[in-house]
């Protein structure tokens, strides 16, 4: 049992070192700006998705607001670096600031949207959602419909999706690895606690408003960051693009088809849906198709993979190792003084 | 012996105030018809539901309408009538939940506790995947492992066989014998009888007699409040 284990864990951390020279030769092996922009893309969803599951995923409570924390992060670097005249590469700077405007931001919107629970929390998102693009689209310090321009960062023309493609997979690593420890501890425990039974939680002493509101705003920190990021990489934001209502769409979608609230399952997701998006969006000009295909998927991944792809595809894994098995291991035949403890594993069912 | 749970002219929506004492140290029984307000007694004690009228107690302080996790901080644990346990975690992810600290020493006392359940062997198996008597006797376990002062137990009997109902209450007995108070909710009246120091008997939200489980028994007004008629001999003259 335990060699099996130390194999499992081997194997698992061989996997992860291929994987990390595989991440970090991608743009030299694949040097095209093309598929490099394809890599980008993917991996700034990554770090969003994860940052969403984070939250959503581990909680239960499915936010359609991501997205306000991820055009505040894009406007505030943009706002900032206007306001204050920084130029050139100087903005990265401002990267840390996006991180606080979506913490700041989330917690008067945690505090108001997590005092109900969860299919009236979705609703409160969307609104919140809706007042922010709008906001963006009548304040003057937005810039209106027109946006806010990203300063002119002085990198070649060759290099330029390079160094954007190791900063989002920084990006995308750190949301992971913070993800990882999240669920691992105490903290992430009582949010799962919360996902199967919020009012038996706080009946076993978990002061579940507070944990739902920790996660929220961590989660929302992760994603203004990365909202910041995206902003210098595509240089503007309009109120269309940073307050997108299809982002949290894709958000759910991502980490739905690849299996709500594991760590594994959002990032497949993300590695689907979204170079598959941004192909569809290249490819044909109508518009439109991505979104009908994107809503097709949704329905085949209800009706196909309800639990997403990691939990399924671990199902079946388990199905086959344990194929021709009994259901229940037999119990050992050693004698129990208590004669009442004798039928514990029988059927109390 | 002093009271260690005492609810005073406690009153929601239903019938009239419910006034009880649990007495430190003790098993004590609350039974009554159906919809007579036992369960809602237990949830305005515990948080869930809040009193209209009335106060509840607990070594002589005030806890009236205070939120669940601070009822649980403060030393009374609960199990539900219909075990709720948290399905997608696995027996020992259960059992931290309700768990101080999560640290290996939490762990240990965790196992401990399952140990004493007897549902040990199942510590790493999903909470989703157990019987529903093991279910009860995790939803026990668990509440266990904060140590609380006094343990509500809702039907710790209903719905399972009767090995199991035996192992639970000689877990009770066990556990009351090293200093445990618990105010048990049951049908079972074999059970009940069995097991309780004092016996209060609810209906519509009222108390309609209390005493040890001998006097109860053969008391005309529980019979009264189970069988809906008057069996008073006087009024039969």
């Avoid at chain 1, 359609?64 to 005249?85: D, E, M, P, T």
């Avoid at chain 1, 806010?148 to 023309?157: G, K, N, R």
């Avoid at chain 2, 237990?42 to 309408?65: C, P, R, S």
Wanted: charged share 15%.
């Amino acid at each position: 049992m335990t060699g099996t284990v130390s194999r499992q864990r081997a194997a698992a951390g061989l996997a992860l070192v291929l994987l990390a020279v595989a991440a970090i030769m991608f743009p030299v092996v694949f040097s095209s700006p093309v598929i490099t922009n394809y890599a980008i893309y993917a991996l700034i969803f990554i770090a969003v998705v994860t940052a969403w599951n984070m939250f959503s995923g581990f909680s239960g409570y499915i936010s359609l607001g991501q997205a306000v924390f991820f055009g505040s992060g894009a406007y505030a670097v943009g706002i900032a670096a206007r306001a204050w005249h920084i130029t050139g590469v100087g903005v990265f700077a401002l990267l840390p600031l996006a991180a606080a405007v979506g913490a700041v931001i989330a917690v008067p919107f945690g505090l108001v949207a997590l005092r109900v629970r969860r299919h009236t929390f979705i609703v409160i998102t969307i609104a919140v959602f809706f007042i922010f693009q709008l906001m963006a689209y009548n304040f003057a310090f937005t810039g209106g419909s027109v946006g806010v321009a990203a300063p002119f960062l002085p990198w070649s023309p060759t290099t330029f999706n390079d160094r954007f493609y190791y900063l989002t997979l920084g990006c995308a690593v750190v949301a992971v690895v913070i993800a990882v420890l999240v669920r691992r501890a105490r903290f992430g425990l009582r949010l799962r606690a919360i996902r199967d039974d919020e009012d038996r939680a706080r009946g076993l002493g978990v002061r579940t408003m507070r944990v739902k509101l920790a996660a929220f705003v961590l989660s929302a920190t992760i994603t203004g960051l990365v909202g910041g990021v995206w902003f210098l990489y595509l240089t503007q934001v309009q109120p269309p693009s940073g307050f997108d209502p299809l982002f949290d769409l894709s958000l759910v979608l991502m980490a739905f088809l690849g299996g709500l609230g594991t760590i594994s399952g959002p990032i497949i997701g993300a590695l689907i849906i979204e170079p598959g998006q941004l192909y569809l969006t290249i490819k044909y000009t109508n518009g439109y198709l991505s979104e009908i295909l994107l809503g097709a998927l949704f329905l085949a991944i209800v009706i196909f993979v309800p639990r997403g792809i990691v939990p399924t595809t671990g199902e079946w894994l388990r199905r086959l190792r344990t194929r021709g098995r009994p259901a229940v291991p037999p119990v050992p035949a050693a004698p129990d003084p208590d004669p009442a403890r004798s039928g514990l594993s029988g059927g109390t069912t | 012996m002093t009271a260690l749970l005492r609810t005073e002219e406690v009153h929601k929506a239903y019938g009239d105030s419910c006034t009880l004492e649990v007495e430190e140290g003790s098993v004590a029984g609350l039974i009554g018809p159906n919809g007579s307000g036992k369960t809602t007694l237990f949830n305005v004690i515990t948080g869930y539901a809040k009193a209209d009228t009335g106060e509840v107690y607990l070594a002589g302080q005030k806890i009236t309408n205070v939120t669940p996790d601070r009822v649980f901080a403060l030393g009374i644990g609960r199990t539900f009538q219909l075990t709720r346990i948290f399905a997608s975690l696995t027996v020992l992810e259960n059992m931290l939940v309700a768990s101080r600290r999560g640290n290996a020493a939490a762990r240990k006392r965790a196992m401990e506790q399952l140990e004493f359940v007897g549902i040990a062997g199942h510590h790493a198996e999903l909470a989703g995947t157990l019987s529903y008597g093991q279910r009860k006797l995790l939803e026990l376990a668990y509440v266990l492992v904060a140590d609380p002062a006094v343990i509500l137990l809702d039907e710790p009997a209903g719905g399972v066989n009767l090995s199991l109902v035996n192992h639970i209450a000689e877990r009770i007995r066990e556990l009351n014998a090293a200093g445990k108070t618990f105010l048990i909710v049951e049908h079972n009246m074999e059970f009940v009888m069995g097991l309780c120091d004092r016996v209060t008997v609810l209906d519509s939200g009222t108390v309609v007699a209390s005493g040890p489980p001998g006097i109860i028994r053969t008391d005309h007004r529980v019979l009264n409040a189970y069988l809906g008629e008057d069996l008073d001999p006087a009024e039969d003259e």
